[in-house]
């Protein structure tokens, strides 16, 4: 580990460390994560001042085209590796990136506080994002026009969203795509009208809305007990990918301390919900 880190000192300033330097870590994905990452990144480091662990964005599209070109350890995804990015990483390693569940989240739907809606179905939000309904009135609200903001479509979120929420659709075209889940709940927080999704550790200072299956189904909200049994409807697990090759060592310590009773316990600290214990071998 020493001597890791002396020939890490050792080179030129400005070069990226790899993980053939023990005692250097990147991780790169999803900024539904990112925070999260960032917390665990430096917790760590504060128990193992030997580790430097370099933390960034810019969502799970881009973490998993750093993971096939080899330019990140770990890659942060708020949604599954897809084929096409399998065979990517084939192609550049050899082998399927190993998965680990690291969280769960209840991917919230955020309103304005002033705003009188509780809860919407799924079909509600779907008819919203798609832009059938475009405004307040024809859901129960108050008559004033929609602001939809989404995610950009490199974000692990907004093809979830995407997927199990507007069953494939395409989002309305007026949509404002904002760069990450913290820009995006700020916009909503200043718009009496505004609605966007992200996870449920970037609420504050807007509304969560209370989510139904179906207009004959209870509003849920997105609190741990009700993600863990799965009653609310737009739960998801959230993952770190890593080239299997590099999965050893310092990265499989801090993988481990991750998934561990210290690292789960950041991830409450943060707002996203702990795995169940089952999950975590």
Same mark, same amino acid.
């Given at each position: 580990?020493?001597?890791?880190?002396?020939?890490?000192?050792?080179?030129?300033?400005?070069?990226?460390?790899?993980?053939?330097?023990?005692?250097?870590?990147?991780?790169?994905?999803?900024?539904?994560?990112?925070?999260?990452?960032?917390?665990?990144?430096?917790?760590?480091?504060?128990?193992?001042?030997?580790?430097?662990?370099?933390?960034?964005? @810019? =969502?799970? +599209?881009? *973490?998993? /085209? !750093?993971?096939?070109?080899?330019?990140?350890? $770990?890659?942060?995804?708020?949604?599954?590796?897809?084929?096409?990015?399998?065979?990517?990483?084939?192609?550049?390693?050899?082998?399927?990136?190993?998965?680990?569940?690291?969280?769960?989240?209840?991917?919230?739907?955020?309103?304005?506080?002033?705003?009188?809606?509780?809860?919407?179905?799924?079909?509600?939000?779907?008819?919203?994002?798609?832009?059938?309904?475009?405004?307040?009135?024809?859901?129960?609200?108050?008559?004033?026009?929609?602001?939809?903001?989404?995610?950009?479509?490199?974000?692990?979120?907004?093809?979830?969203?995407?997927?199990?929420?507007?069953?494939?659709?395409?989002?309305?075209?007026?949509?404002?795509?904002?760069?990450?889940?913290?820009?995006?709940?700020?916009?909503?927080?200043?718009?009496? @009208? =505004?609605? +966007?999704? *992200?996870? /449920? !550790?970037?609420?504050?200072?807007?509304?969560? $809305?209370?989510?139904?299956?179906?207009?004959?189904?209870?509003?849920?909200?997105?609190?741990?007990?009700?993600?863990?049994?799965?009653?609310?409807?737009?739960?998801?697990?959230?993952?770190?990918?890593?080239?299997?090759?590099?999965?050893?060592?310092?990265?499989?310590?801090?993988?481990?301390w991750i998934r561990s009773a210290e690292g789960q316990k950041l991830v409450k600290e943060v707002g996203?919900?702990?795995?169940?214990?089952?999950?975590?071998?």
């Amino acid at each position: 580990m020493k001597q890791s880190v002396k020939t890490l000192l050792a080179l030129s300033a400005g070069l990226v460390a790899t993980s053939a330097f023990a005692g250097s870590i990147t991780v790169k994905g999803s900024d539904t994560l990112v925070i999260l990452a960032q917390k665990w990144a430096e917790v760590y480091m504060s128990k193992h001042p030997e580790t430097k662990i370099q933390v960034s964005g @810019g =969502g799970s +599209g881009v *973490g998993f /085209a !750093a993971l096939q070109s080899q330019q990140t350890d $770990l890659c942060d995804a708020s949604r599954k590796i897809k084929a096409t990015e399998i065979a990517n990483c084939f192609k550049a390693f050899g082998k399927r990136p190993t998965e680990y569940k690291v969280a769960l989240d209840g991917l919230s739907v955020y309103v304005h506080e002033s705003n009188p809606i509780k809860d919407l179905s799924l079909e509600q939000l779907e008819q919203i994002f798609t832009g059938k309904v475009k405004n307040w009135r024809d859901v129960g609200g108050n008559d004033a026009p929609i602001t939809v903001y989404s995610r950009e479509n490199s974000s692990g979120t907004y093809e979830f969203f995407k997927e199990h929420v507007l069953k494939g659709k395409d989002f309305v075209a007026s949509a404002q795509t904002m760069p990450g889940t913290s820009a995006l709940v700020q916009a909503v927080s200043k718009d009496n @009208g =505004g609605i +966007g999704y *992200g996870g /449920a !550790a970037y609420a504050k200072g807007t509304k969560a $809305l209370r989510i139904k299956k179906d207009d004959a189904s209870p509003a849920i909200e997105p609190t741990e007990e009700n993600v863990i049994n799965n009653s609310y409807p737009i739960w998801r697990y959230l993952f770190v990918y890593v080239n299997p090759n590099l999965d050893k060592g310092e990265i499989a310590a801090y993988l481990n301390w991750i998934r561990s009773a210290e690292g789960q316990k950041l991830v409450k600290e943060v707002g996203y919900y702990p795995l169940p214990e089952k999950l975590r071998q």
